[in-house]
């Protein structure tokens, strides 16, 4: 079923008159039908347009059933059948008689001015019979009149009220199940309105959703490009500018030894900045690998912390520390998990003052399933992963604040950070490397104060 055509019914549907049977309950007209010929007596069959039979209500009968055995008796009745059931009364009826000397009755079943079907009633007798009519006697020899008799009486008052009956109950159901059917159909067009708008609604946001992935994609290609092109020319101005403070090109006063140094120290943070975003552009087009294997996580804490030690002494911050022994290891990058810690650390570093302290820790933790509340993980056996803790007594980050900082350029105060200088890169590297480790990285309060970093990994054998 082609999309657009979801629901069967279009505007155009609504205007026709439906067939007989799309109307009514089969069921229904088989019990209003059967319930008459019972009350008359005679047999009522009621067909469609098509001459399909539609509800049956044939009362047995003791002649018909004798004719049935003759064998030119009963070919000559079916051909008399199948010529009344091709009758399409001209006007409201048409009677037909037999050659059993009985009669049938055609009635067109119209609704709206539209031929539904015909009912046929019969056979039946006008007069008690008097004798076996001839044609029928030389068909079947020896037929005794009482069976002839048998067949219901129906004098002309009593088929026009039969007639009358019968018309007015179609009637009646075939309005009521008219009715039901436009309802019907008029909810289904209107939901189906609704749903070719939701769609129309649906291919624009698809569109502009393109549109936003195309941009953020040259956003990317345009990062990454100019943060290479920026590495070439920098690389010669920190190589110079170590070359001239070493002395190779002829000593230097003090001031222009300090000028140099500066030239040096900037230079070497705006390659740090020019690093980061390459890396952001690499980890956001997928292009930065991250190659997993059984990692220890001791030595790569350790190079991180002895890494910001000399600063961290420098500020009067204490920075320590915790391991348990044997840790397994982690299934992961050395290279950039040391990179985690070290943008964790510095953030630490950079956001605590003087006589705080940042503690680096490292548990082993069951992997909880959060959506899992129905108590089911109690009884699998759950994962471990590695669980690395940076918590710090800083400033802290208020906890609205604490989603946010992983997305790129963000800072929570741009005035206090931008005392402590950054970019607002370093989280979003965090974030998105530990997510290729299909880790996890959370932000909790620190007692009294501070704030607490929490890393998630797998394990390399869980
Ligand atoms: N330990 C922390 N304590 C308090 N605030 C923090 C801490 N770590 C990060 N933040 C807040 O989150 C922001 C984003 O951190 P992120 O590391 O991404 O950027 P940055 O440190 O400002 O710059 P960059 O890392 O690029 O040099 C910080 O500017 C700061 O507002
Ligand atoms: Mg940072």
Do not use: W
């Amino acid at each position: 079923m082609s999309q657009d055509r979801l629901f069967p019914v279009e505007p155009a549907d609504l205007e026709e008159t439906p067939r007989l049977e799309h109307l009514v309950d089969r069921k229904g007209l088989a019990e209003l039908v059967g319930s008459l010929a019972q009350m008359s007596g005679v047999s009522i069959r009621l067909f469609n347009t098509e001459g399909t039979l539609l509800a049956d209500g044939s009362l047995d009968s003791p002649l018909l059933r004798r004719l049935e055995g003759v064998p030119a008796a009963r070919a000559a009745l079916s051909r008399e059948i199948v010529q009344i059931k091709r009758i399409d009364p001209a006007g409201r009826a048409e009677r037909c008689s037999s050659l059993t000397g009985a009669f049938y009755q055609v009635i067109a079943v119209d609704y709206d001015h539209r031929r539904m079907g015909r009912a046929i009633v019969g056979p039946f007798l006008e007069h008690p019979p008097s004798q076996v009519p001839p044609g029928l006697a030389a068909l079947a020899p020896d037929l005794p009149l009482d069976l002839l008799a048998s067949l219901p009486l129906l004098p002309p008052e009593r088929v026009a009220s039969l007639e009358a009956h019968l018309r007015s109950s179609l009637d009646l159901i075939l309005f009521a199940g008219h009715k039901s059917l436009l309802t019907s159909q008029m909810h289904l067009a209107s939901i189906s309105a609704n749903y070719r708008e939701l769609q129309d609604r649906n291919a624009r946001l698809q569109q502009a959703y393109d549109r936003l992935r195309e941009l953020d994609r040259l956003k990317s290609n345009f990062l990454a490009t100019v943060s290479h092109e920026l590495r070439t020319p920098l690389t010669s101005i920190i190589g110079y500018s170590e070359m001239l403070t070493e002395g190779i090109a002829g000593s230097l006063t003090e001031e222009q030894h300090e000028f140099i140094q500066t030239i040096h120290e900037k230079g070497e943070q705006l390659l740090q900045l020019i690093k980061n975003l390459l890396d952001l552009t690499k980890l956001e087009s997928g292009t930065l690998s991250v190659q997993r294997a059984p990692t220890p996580i001791e030595p790569v804490l350790r190079q991180v912390v002895s890494t910001f030690l000399p600063a961290a002494r420098k500020k009067g911050v204490v920075l320590e520390l915790i391991l348990p022994p044997d840790l397994p290891p982690v299934l992961g990058d050395g290279e950039r998990l040391r990179q985690v810690f070290l943008n964790l650390t510095e953030n630490a570093l950079k956001f605590t003052p003087v006589s705080g302290l940042i503690r680096l820790s490292a548990t082993l933790v069951s992997a909880e399933d959060p959506e899992d509340d129905d108590g089911f993980a109690l009884l699998a056996p759950s994962a471990e992963q590695l669980e690395v803790r940076v918590a710090d007594s800083g400033i802290g980050i208020p906890e609205a604040e604490r989603s946010k900082v992983f997305d790129a350029f963000y800072q929570v105060d741009s005035s206090s950070t931008r005392e402590v200088g950054g970019t607002g890169l370093g989280l979003s590297i965090v974030k998105r490397i530990v997510d290729a480790h299909e880790g996890s990285v959370c932000i909790e309060a620190n007692q009294p104060r501070g704030a607490v970093f929490v890393v998630r990994l797998p394990l390399a054998s869980p």
